[in-house]
């Protein structure tokens, strides 16, 4: 497989639930990213990770947990999550240190509903 | 304030006609790059064509070009023949310098809904 890969498609969760976002990056990039995109809304930034170190945590609710075991994996672990957490979850990846101009790939991302 | 601002929640285009899909952005930093995505109802983002603050010309991308206007802060999208393929949301960013090392992130705008009619 090539570029990013993410985990299911579709998630349908209730709040009570314990559940994981997989994202995979097969581009060899050292930065990989959350974005959350929610209905009407512009994509926001969760998370990123630069070299496996979490670099920015743009006020997201503990109930959101980030891990970053490698360059290459980046999960999103869920736990007592709220209805208006349900949203499209978009993983990226990035080089860093290469030009402005060096895009970020992102996967397909996951759909998910909080019930 | 916003960085990026999309101000046409929608557009409609016959089949074959050129669109322009409006960006305007935001920065202090001399040294930026200004991107559009497309987002199909699949959900995944494309990326379409980029432009660099020190680029002398506009991009061009295929059936893609960015109408950049520096001054203007202004980067907009022309979509040359449109297909119906093209029906899709499209989305304007920025990346801004990032200190050495770190990763840089891009900043979204709300972005447009592109309808193209047979």
């Known amino acids: 497989e090539t570029g990013v890969t993410q985990t299911p498609r579709h998630l349908v969760m209730g709040m009570t639930n314990k559940k994981s976002l997989k994202c995979e990056q097969h581009?060899?990039?050292?930065?990989m990213y959350w974005y959350k995109q929610s209905a009407k809304k512009p994509l926001e930034l969760m998370f990123v990770?630069?070299?496996?170190?979490?670099?920015e945590n743009n006020s997201v609710p503990s109930r959101f947990s980030p891990e970053c075991p490698n360059s290459s994996h980046l999960f999103l672990h869920l736990h007592t999550l709220q209805p208006e957490d349900s949203a499209l979850y978009l993983c990226?990846?990035?080089?860093?240190?290469?030009?402005?101009?060096?895009?970020?790939?992102f996967g397909q991302g996951t759909r998910l509903t909080v019930v | 304030a916003q960085k990026i601002t999309q101000t046409q929640p929608g557009m409609f285009v016959q089949e074959k006609e050129a669109v322009t899909l409006d960006c305007t952005y935001d920065?202090?930093?001399?040294?930026?790059?200004l991107f559009w995505y497309k987002q199909p109802s699949s959900g995944e983002m494309i990326f379409l064509i980029y432009?660099?603050?020190?680029?002398?010309q506009n991009a061009t991308e295929g059936r893609y070009s960015l109408n950049f206007q520096k001054a203007r802060k202004s980067a907009n999208l022309v979509i040359s023949a449109s297909q119906l393929g093209d029906s899709a949301m499209y989305f304007c960013?920025?990346?801004?310098?990032?200190?050495?090392?770190?990763?840089?992130?891009?900043?979204f705008g709300s972005g447009t809904q592109l309808t193209v009619l047979p």
């Open positions: 581009l060899g990039h050292n930065a």
């Open positions: 990226a990846s990035s080089q860093v240190g290469s030009p402005l101009g060096s895009e970020a790939f």
């Open positions: 990770y630069n070299f496996k170190e979490q670099t």
């Open positions: 432009q660099g603050s020190y680029d002398q």
């Open positions: 920065t202090s930093d001399p040294s930026y790059g």
């Open positions: 960013a920025m990346r801004e310098r990032a200190s050495s090392g770190s990763a840089r992130q891009l900043t």
